[in-house]
């Protein structure tokens, strides 16, 4: 599929990150861009890290599957050195570079990208999730295993039962929403990623779930692959 290089990476400082940052959000659209019937190929990214010899590495996997069956159709992987240091909020400029090269490598276009980690659920509305969306050029949802406080606002757990939510509000704006994936088992927080509403996104992880994980079937099995990829790439 074709990427849209809307910046390059040489960006070396969290001024110029935030300056990236606030410039896209600009372009940031809340609402769908396609019909959910027509939704038919999800495809869930997650990474991986380690550090040799002093050096950090990450690992990449998409995963593709089938919307309405669950059958995985496509894995594509990449892996390298991590050039950008760590700056929470700012974790897109360090994992781009990767997904960049992992989706290089589809033959399956996906209808929607689902990420682990955060998208409008963010400070500056810029997480991984969203910002991947200007270059991917997709519908993107972000499902985060834990929550990063945005100007101090915490979240109201949910229930216990499967479907119970919560929306974090924060300065009157919904940020996000906090789901019970499992019963009794840690929530997930749910954040859209670009080009569709928190609903739709919500309807979207509810229907990738299953009784094997809180977080939706295609993230998993990326992050599954990711761990596999890990403990090779450490040895070699």
Same mark, same amino acid.
């Given at each position: ?34 019909? *959910?019937? %027509?939704? &038919? ?7 991986? @890290?380690?550090?040799?010899?002093? $050096? /950090? ?6 995963? *593709?599957? %089938?919307? &309405? ?7 594509? @992987?990449?892996?390298?050195?991590? $050039? /950008? ?152």
């Amino acid at each position: 599929m074709e990427i849209n290089f809307i910046h390059d990476f040489n960006v070396n400082s969290e001024e110029e990150f935030s300056k990236i940052q606030k410039r896209l959000a600009k372009n940031i659209t809340l609402r769908n861009s396609f019909y *959910i019937d %027509d939704i &038919k190929i999800c495809a869930g990214v997650d990474l991986a @890290y380690w550090i040799k010899d002093e $050096e /950090e590495y990450a690992a990449c996997c998409i995963v *593709i599957i %089938d919307y &309405k069956t669950k059958e995985v159709l496509e894995k594509v @992987y990449s892996y390298g050195k991590i $050039e /950008e240091p760590y700056i929470p909020g700012y974790l897109a400029f360090r994992e781009l570079p990767l997904i960049i090269k992992a989706v290089e490598k589809l033959k399956i276009e996906p209808d929607i990208f689902i990420f682990d980690g955060n998208g409008y659920l963010h400070f500056n509305h810029m997480g991984s999730a969203t910002h991947a969306s200007f270059f991917l050029n997709k519908p993107t949802i972000g499902v985060a295993k834990s929550y990063l406080k945005i100007k101090g606002i915490d979240f109201e757990m949910p229930k216990g039962e499967i479907g119970s939510y919560n929306d974090i509000v924060i300065d009157n704006e919904v940020y996000g929403r906090v789901l019970r994936s499992r019963s009794n088992v840690k929530p997930i927080f749910i954040s859209c990623g670009n080009y569709i509403d928190l609903e739709t996104s919500t309807e979207i992880i509810m229907n990738l779930l299953n009784k094997d994980s809180r977080i939706p079937i295609p993230v998993r099995l990326a992050d599954l692959e990711t761990h596999i990829m890990r403990e090779k790439l450490k040895n070699l």
